[in-house]
């Protein structure tokens, strides 16, 4: 073989060396510049970035119904009623809450003297322009399912605006957070989708989908100056590894989604009581779970406060035998979640003849979690004596099988599920026998009590109804609530911010410690 | 030339209608964009209204029609998730995801040309030892891991360089590395290979005879011949890089090319755009794959007159 000279290998390897250096010290070398200006918003005391999981859908809180959207139009666009950081409604756009003046009919008094970000006034015109729009079946909102009650929206006057509906709905109130305020025509602008105008706090810069999106401070925002951070950069930032790291990297002020598992590696964490319920709908009227005994044994037989110690590290409560979060209205504490007792679960079994039987349970990957979780009560349940069939089909397969009638619903499907409306009448979908319902349990006192809490509309007696409904399906164990997680969240050591029960971003309660 | 040239092109094309006949067939059968958007509690009008108004309900020949009349007019429809041009939202997004597969791609041949030669002209030694362990090293990591690990000594220990996102050289370093490393890993075997296949030619020991040194003949005569094959495989990994690694990279580092727009289209089962997103793909590829076969025949008179 040939025998090269030292020269030239040392040569060549030399030349590769410095290229590779030259590549690498030319974009360090640039990057000291420019890091500046990436670490200027996490530095400077007055601007920060927030990483989320996902890109923004296009600017319309109208249409899209997604967390990320709303961490950048909930500070734009405001509604006429909102929520307080515990869940409670308040006043926003409206001057008080709205009255009934009679079984169909809302009317809420506006505030005057506001204007939108474009100069537009904030009237009861363009309140009634943006409640029309959204309850428009050929708009084709996400969120039209929550607001479909509502008929039509009239200016009585300049300020006043009136609210009609299909028959009683008395829960027009808790429909008005989804509802937010546009300027009267510029939602029928296909700019809108580029660039929202609202009337709140924020006002948008620039950016779009993966960001930054850049928000400023709003100098003539009506509610006054208070808030402290000028400047917001909002970025995609889809895998979590990533995510944490640019926390760490002090690239990023705020991150949402934080999975259990990584709340060591930031440097401060924030969490609040969550409004998604990781739960089991049973058929009660079919197959192995038409027993009642058989659905209580399988709410024995899985420990609950294991799998939130263990798979949610601690971040997560047990939930009270009920579908709903304690945010919600009509949630019932004194309900009490059924204790792990694999022992009398099999006794349950062996008395209703399951035991030894096959039973399905179905979930989807689009849960966070879901698959794991289903595998975990799956090993519960066959630890009591069931042979157990997990299945995990493609979505479109998940929700026929989630709206199946009679013997085609599955013995179990998981969901996971959030009440948009912050009301227990959001656990109709699996505790009801009418509508497009995932139709699995039918108890007719409980349908009335459904059907009679939505005519009424004083406030503590629908609470009753509501708590008297889910003890009566807790007593039926009609589905299994498992937990409550919590919402987490990475931040800086120096952001101050108490996180909403919601998920919802409003920087305008944020600030960043001297 | 000229026939040659219109074959390919033809052909070319029948594949790319191929593909998107694939992903139409399949899209429509896995994926339901209007159930998929709304919530679980909207009622079955509701969802029946949304696939009118998205054309979904329409006979699925119809929409077929449609869609291959939209190719050829490059008008793919409007993104379900995005309201914007599908065509548009892809062709915003491509030119990212070339920048870095294009330096990804220069940085490997950067690293694997001379270190495959290099290893070539000494078999055995510590430093053919060394390059094809770290070839193999190269190649064996998986892309989110490396990536992972780069961003962490890179960006959060040594805070010299982004974690994630675009905008300029610094931004692309991080993942045109991860992307660069597995494919300097095989390159590397591949130059190392047919080096020393062509160090044992008749037309080398020809040329050794003559008195010309090592570092001549490599740079005149072998390097040439090598050209073809590593051009060969250089030419599946673009298509590799294009069509699939990209996809981890950009989700990794939130880079916003085509990669990780077909992954928000996939999640979001929109049709229009994982369509549009196939077909704009297997476009570029073919061209690519065209390109490359036209350098080939550039660099070899005996392929140019095969064909």
């Known amino acids: 073989m040939f025998a090269p000279r030292r020269l030239s290998v040392g040569v060549i390897t030399a030349l590769l060396a410095a290229a590779l250096a030259a590549f690498l010290l030319m974009s360090t070398s640039l990057a000291e510049g420019s890091r500046a200006e990436a670490l200027g918003s996490t530095a400077a005391k007055s601007q920060i970035t927030v990483g989320l999981p996902s890109a923004i859908p296009p600017f319309d809180p109208q249409k899209y119904d997604s967390q990320y959207l709303r961490s950048v139009t909930d500070n734009i666009n405001e509604p006429l009623l909102g929520r307080g950081s515990t869940g409670k409604l308040i006043p926003v756009l409206a001057t008080a809450m709205p009255k009934a003046i009679n079984a169909t009919t809302w009317q809420f008094k506006l505030r005057r003297g506001i204007k939108f970000t474009n100069g537009q006034p904030f009237d009861a015109r363009s309140a009634a322009y943006s409640v029309t729009r959204i309850i428009n079946p050929t708009f084709d909102s996400e969120l039209l399912s929550l607001v479909n009650t509502i008929k039509s929206a009239q200016a009585v006057s300049r300020y006043t605006l009136n609210v009609k509906t299909d028959g009683r709905d008395v829960l027009v109130p808790a429909r008005m957070p989804i509802i937010k305020m546009l300027p009267r025509n510029y939602g029928d602008n296909s700019a809108f989708l580029k660039h929202p105008i609202g009337t709140g706090p924020y006002i948008y810069v620039s950016g779009s989908g993966l960001g930054p999106i850049v928000l400023k401070k709003n100098p003539h925002y009506w509610g006054g100056n208070r808030a402290t951070i000028t400047t917001v950069r909002i970025r995609a930032i889809p895998d979590v590894t990533t995510r944490v790291a640019a926390l760490r990297a002090g690239e990023v002020n705020l991150i949402t989604v934080l999975p259990p598992d990584s709340v060591g590696s930031v440097p401060k964490v924030a969490t609040a009581v969550g409004i998604e319920n990781p739960t089991v709908i049973f058929n009660s009227n079919f197959g192995i779970t038409k027993d009642k005994r058989v659905r209580k044994a399988l709410n024995l037989a899985v420990d609950k406060r294991a799998i939130a110690k263990n798979l949610f590290n601690g971040y997560a409560s047990v939930s009270r035998c009920q579908p709903l979060s304690p945010s919600a209205f009509g949630y019932n504490p004194a309900l009490k979640p059924y204790a792990y007792n694999p022992s009398q679960a099999r006794s349950m079994l062996r008395a209703a003849g399951a035991e030894g039987q096959s039973i399905t349970l179905v979930t989807s990957d689009v849960f966070s979690n879901g698959p794991q979780l289903a595998q975990v009560i799956a090993s519960y349940w066959t630890a009591v004596g069931l042979k157990v069939n997990v299945q995990v089909p493609p979505f479109k397969d998940y929700l026929t099988a989630f709206f199946a009638k009679g013997d085609k619903h599955p013995d179990g499907v998981y969901v996971s599920t959030s009440s948009d409306l912050v009301d227990a009448s959001s656990t109709e979908r699996m505790l009801s026998s009418k509508g497009d319902r995932s139709g699995a349990y039918a108890n007719p006192t409980v349908d009335r009590l459904f059907e009679t809490a939505a005519q009424t509309p004083n406030a503590a007696k629908r609470k009753a109804l509501y708590h008297r409904l889910l003890k009566i399906a807790c007593d039926d164990a009609s589905v299994m609530a498992l937990i409550n997680p919590k919402d987490l969240y990475g931040t800086t050591k120096n952001l101050r911010w108490k996180p909403r029960f919601d998920l919802g971003l409003l920087y305008s309660t944020m600030r960043l410690a001297k | 030339m000229a026939n040659y040239l219109a074959r390919r092109i033809v052909w070319g094309l029948v594949v790319v209608l191929g593909v998107a006949a694939v992903v139409f067939v399949a899209t429509h059968l896995l994926t339901d964009p209007a159930r998929k958007a709304l919530p679980l509690g909207a009622s079955q009008q509701q969802y029946q209204q949304l696939r009118h108004d998205l054309g979904l309900d329409r006979p699925l020949l119809t ?96 805070k010299v360089l982004p974690t994630s996102g675009a905008g300029g050289m610094r931004a692309l370093v991080l993942p045109a590395i991860t992307l660069a490393l597995p494919i300097a890993g095989r390159i590397t075997q591949i130059a190392r290979s047919t080096v020393i296949d062509e160090l044992q030619r008749q037309y080398v020991v020809a040329a050794r005879a003559k008195g010309l040194g090592l570092p001549t003949i490599l740079r005149r005569h072998v390097l040439r011949n090598a050209a073809v094959p590593i051009s060969s495989y250089l030419s599946l990994e673009t ?57 080939h025949g550039l660099i070899d008179p005996r392929i140019r007159v095969a064909e």
């Open chain 2, 63 to 158: 929409q077929f029609a449609e869609f291959g009349r939209g190719i050829v007019q490059f008008d793919f429809g409007t993104s379900i998730s995005l309201q914007e041009s599908a065509g548009r939202v892809v062709a915003n997004r491509l030119p990212r995801t070339l920048e870095l597969v294009g330096v990804a791609l220069a940085l490997a041949l950067l690293i694997a040309v001379p270190l495959g030669f290099l290893a070539a002209t000494r078999p055995g030694s510590w430093l053919d030892v060394t390059t094809v362990t770290s070839s193999l090293t190269g190649l064996s990591l998986p892309q989110f891991w490396l990536g992972a690990l780069l961003i962490l000594f890179f960006a959060v220990h040594l």
């Open chain 2, 239 to 295: 298509a590799k890089a294009i069509a699939g690694s990209t996809v981890v990279v950009e989700s990794v580092f939130a880079y916003p090319g085509v990669g990780y727009l077909s992954v928000q289209a996939a999640k979001a089962d929109d049709v229009i755009l994982i369509q549009a997103t196939v077909v704009i793909i297997a476009l570029l590829i073919v061209g690519t794959n065209l390109l490359f076969d036209l350098f």
